[in-house]
């Protein structure tokens, strides 16, 4: 664990994560602008760090209705504005990029952060990007697969020599600078299937699972078959940790909690997907066995325990700003997260 | 209530007959429905790549995007090679996995003879209970003996189709209304 700078000892991680979507408030129907947007983040990173939150993470999508393709930028700025809060990407889309450019942005985060940086690594869900640049939607999994490597391969060595399909071959290449610790945590995304689950595994690399909705156990799935892909390719699974991300949003009591919230995932979701969030699945986030955390902030806290104790996870990650959600009720569940939320994760999670 | 009168073939013109029929019911019996025609014979669609279906463009972006926003579909059909043709399974490859979901679907089928009667039992609504519609459970099957010049000449068939439409109005009006009641009574 200590090599992705967790310490299971201190009680699981609590972050946050972004998409960095641009959507409409669909209460006020109206839309910040682009340059708000970005700066609110900038300002949630830092109340999430005087909250006590560990984990802060934007991610990419190039797409309308999304604001930080530019994901390294932002979190520079982040990196700048805080001092001890853990910064990441969530995710890099690795498919279409250059492995090489994408350490050399995240390896200067993790000098400008003074060691703070992490990559999340994915692969797309939208496919926007493929055409804007310039890749073909037909080696969508190969694509993933060799640049994920090239990357784990850039942060393992320091001279890398390297042959592959879709970018020029590496000869004795430094890529520099290097990371203040010599190497990055790099996360490989996945979706919530025991496929790509089994994936990260072989590879054995710590693994990042994003989930929008459904029950516990079907991640668990996912979860387990990590651990034993990981531990059939030679890993120790103890040494892997593993992050589940999903939909979160906290109220004075739950009924509160889901009316503030369900209009922005619908609508939001609506614009970016083309289809609704179903007001029955959201409705059975109340049920304890449903990776949705929404409700009271001691709702809450039951679900992300009963996960942590199913998952066994070191890192819970928070979306709670999708679809327009004003600052001042991100502001009020920073501050349930800070007071309520976050003492009760890491009492009952802490390993003495 | 938004219904798509989908004629699932580029080849041809029975299919489209009927649906123009199907249509032109319709807007007489509830003049408060709003009707789009989809006859994929003049659109130009991409096979389905895998991609969600809003990151497709033009005609393709434009059927699936009409699909997805109806409350109702009448799927019309010829069964080619024993089966639904390719433009029409195309179509559905275009859709999410339950992009059906909260949609009346009901079926309307052109063929050389009863052969194949049972296509719509064995290959279409298979796939569309996995999408997720509600399916108006008869379906309306015209031989090509019924026909004349393009138009449907045999009464039995005009009054199934009458029924066809009353079904899938009926149906829709029912799951919608259920729905609204449904999501009303969970308070968010």
Known sequence: MENYRIDPAKGMEFGLYTLGDHLPNPIAGERISAEQRIHELIKLAQLAEQ???????????HQEYFATQAHAVVLSAIAQATEKIKISS????????DPVRVYENFATLDLISKGRAEIVAGRASRVGLFDLLGYDLRDYEELYEEKFELLLKINEEEVVNWDGQFRAPL???QVLPRPQNGSLPIWRAVGGTAASAIKAGYAGVPMYLAHLGGPVASFKQAVDAYRDAARQSGFDPSTLPISTAGFFYTAETTQQAQKEYYPHINEGMKLTNGQGFPKQAFAQSEDLRTVINVGSPQQVIEKILYQHEQFGHQRFIAQMDFGGVPFDKLRKNIELIGTEILPAIKKHTAKE | MNIVALSGSN?????????????????????????????LADLEIQFSDGRNFLDYEGDTKYVAQTIMDADAIIIGTPIFQASIPATLKNLFDLLPQDGLRDKVTSVLVTAGSLTHFLIVEQQLKPILSYMKAQIVQDYVFIEEKDFHRKEITNDNVLLRVDRLVEDTVGLTETYMNMRKTKEEAYGF
């Open chain 2, 11 to 39: 080849v041809g013109s029975k299919t489209r007959t009927a649906m123009d029929y199907t249509v032109n019911t319709i807007a007489e019996k509830y003049p408060e429905t709003e009707v789009t025609l989809i006859d």
């Open chain 1, 171 to 173: 000869k004795d290449a």
């Open chain 1, 51 to 61: 909250a006590g939150i560990d984990f802060f993470s934007v991610g990419e999508s």
């Open chain 1, 90 to 97: 969530s995710s890099t889309i690795i498919s279409t990029s």
